[in-house]
T-cell receptor, first 112, second 119 residues
């Protein structure tokens, strides 16, 4: 059972376009982390959000945690080819100990 | 570089053989995690350690899998009698969680992974 649903699964856009990736669950998470992963490498942490309604910005990336802490979004402005990669959201719960529950990921391709 | 390191990066083995992977966490991180990732999927939790104690194991971790962290520093993951279904990327992560318990801000930092191919 996939507790975190990411959409879209695949996204191919042109350089300069904007995009939004969604991460949804029916369950509440204590925290939510976004990672980016390149082929053959481990996930690299982008951001952690912990407060409902929280918005964090990282250059052209904007992350939002839903008010109810069940969903999150990642918005990229003016995408660049270097943004290409697999974007993963992962939720943590105090009741689940230390395990992270990952979504299936969104494969983003930014064409020059 | 003081990130999480994993060795080997790639392992090709024949079905039925045993394999062992090593993970060196970020120094002073007392929590260490193992995940498995198959193609097209997100990582799935296998097990985690607080110092040398293995505190949780997923049902994915069959009796052919064993993980250790004998001195609370590096960890090993062994797979006995490998099967083709074991082919995956095995990821290690570490976290600076306090001894007082997990909090919602305990971020996990991942290593580069070990890609296992079972022929």
């Amino acid at each position: 059972t996939q507790l975190l649903e990411q959409s879209p699964q695949f996204l191919s856009i042109q350089e300069g376009e904007n995009l939004t990736v969604y991460c949804n669950s029916s369950s509440v998470f204590s925290s939510l982390q976004w990672y980016r992963q390149e082929p053959g490498e481990g996930p690299v942490l982008l951001v952690t959000v912990v407060t409902g309604g929280e918005v964090k910005k990282l250059k052209r990336l904007t992350f939002q945690f839903g008010d109810a802490r069940k969903d999150s979004s990642l918005h990229i402005t003016a995408a660049q080819p270097g943004d290409t990669g697999l974007y993963l959201c992962a939720g943590g719960r105090v009741t689940s100990g230390s395990r992270l529950t990952f979504g299936e990921g969104t494969q983003l391709t930014v064409n020059p | 570089d003081t990130g999480v390191s994993q060795n080997p990066r790639h392992k090709i083995t024949k079905r039925g053989q045993n394999v062992t992977f090593r993970c060196d966490p970020i120094s002073e991180h007392n929590r260490l995690y193992w995940y498995r990732q198959t193609l097209g999927q997100g990582p799935e939790f296998l097990t985690y350690f607080q110092n040398e104690a293995q505190l949780e194991k997923s049902r994915l971790l069959s009796d052919r899998f064993s993980a250790e962290r004998p001195k609370g520093s590096f960890s090993t993951l062994e797979i006995q009698r490998t099967e083709q279904g074991d082919s995956a990327m095995y990821l290690c992560a570490s976290s600076p969680a306090s001894l007082g318990g997990w909090t919602s801000t305990d971020t996990q930092y991942f290593g580069p992974g070990t890609r296992l191919t079972v022929l």
